[in-house]
């Protein structure tokens, strides 16, 4: 009879270990899915772009903490114009997350640029005139003087 105990006590320990190694499997197969999924998802999003803006008539502009790098930007009635606003500050900016915004309200214009990050806005003006600019994320917002400027649209 110990004879017989001792084989069910080592069938039960060989399918116990069997079990463990299914589950391991099991797990391990699960660890694999869900890297290769994360991975998957972050290098799509990190090639998911839009279309660089066309190099001819654009305008660089730059936005830190301590405002625009321009106060004027001068455009021509007709003409399409690119604004590309970069964000020289990080997300760890307690004011505005590091975001800044290039927006225009009387045509209809808002641009939001991401940390250490570009973003643009493409518009022709239909009439000339003087616009003000602002960003209104951080940095005191339209209060701030570095924070906006003017738009001069020429005929």
Partial sequence: MSHRNSRTRSKRHVTKHRDMRS?????????VVTVLGLAVYLLSSSLESKTPPPAEN?????????GFDKDVIRVKVGEPIT?????????????GGGKHQWAVDELDLNVIAPPE????????????GEYTFYCDICCGGRANPTMQGTLIVEA
């Fill in 23 to 31: 589950i391991r499997k099991v797990v391990f197969g699960i660890i």
């Fill in 58 to 66: 654009t305008i660089d502009v730059s936005a830190s903490m301590g």
């Fill in 83 to 95: 604004i590309r606003l970069t964000s020289q500050d990080n997300q760890y900016h307690m004011d």
């Fill in 117 to 128: 990050g570009s973003e643009w806005v493409t518009f022709t003006p239909a009439k000339p």
